[in-house]
């Protein structure tokens, strides 16, 4: 059986010491192996969850949605639909966040596109930000904004 230390762990996963041991400190690893020294020692097994996790908080995932989809990992022969479930969820709060970045951006561009280049006190990137009540944005509420467009876009 091939074993691994913590540095050839996290090299095989892309990361570094320190987050193996936070994820083993999570409990989002298994239990590992001592050798007489004290020095942690891997297997297959945690290879193969230290890949799933950095996989999955690359793709954003949350640790505790995370935990949720380990539970899943852990039983190999019940449905997906669990697992469908929650990557739907993650997909739709994906997309208000892309949307809300779509909205600040058309925000920033009209702003800085409708600055003179003048002098500051004619600069119209601090005058719309120096108003409060949003009177010269696009949406009154930046926060909302992409929720709004998200809601509109066809999927």
Not at 99 to 127: H, N
Request: with cysteine; net charge negative.
């Amino acid at each position: 059986m091939t074993s691994y230390g913590i540095r050839e762990i996290a090299r095989e996963a892309g990361c570094n010491e320190q987050t193996v041991r936070w994820y083993e400190e999570q409990g989002l690893l298994p239990a590992v192996g001592r050798t007489a020294g004290g020095q942690r020692r891997y297997d297959e097994r945690h290879r193969k969850q230290l890949g799933f996790l950095r996989h999955a908080r690359e793709l954003g995932f949350s640790l505790e949605t995370i935990r949720e989809l380990l539970t899943l990992y852990s039983t190999p022969e019940e449905s997906c639909a669990a697992a469908d479930g929650i990557a739907t969820r993650h997909l739709a709060d994906v997309r208000h966040k892309i949307a809300r970045l779509q909205a600040l951006e058309e925000e920033l561009v009209r702003m800085i596109a409708e600055c003179a280049g003048g002098r500051i006190a004619e600069c119209r990137v601090i005058e719309t930000l120096s108003d409060h009540s949003h009177g010269h944005c696009l949406a009154q509420d930046h926060l909302t904004a992409g929720h709004q467009v998200a809601e509109q876009r066809p999927q």
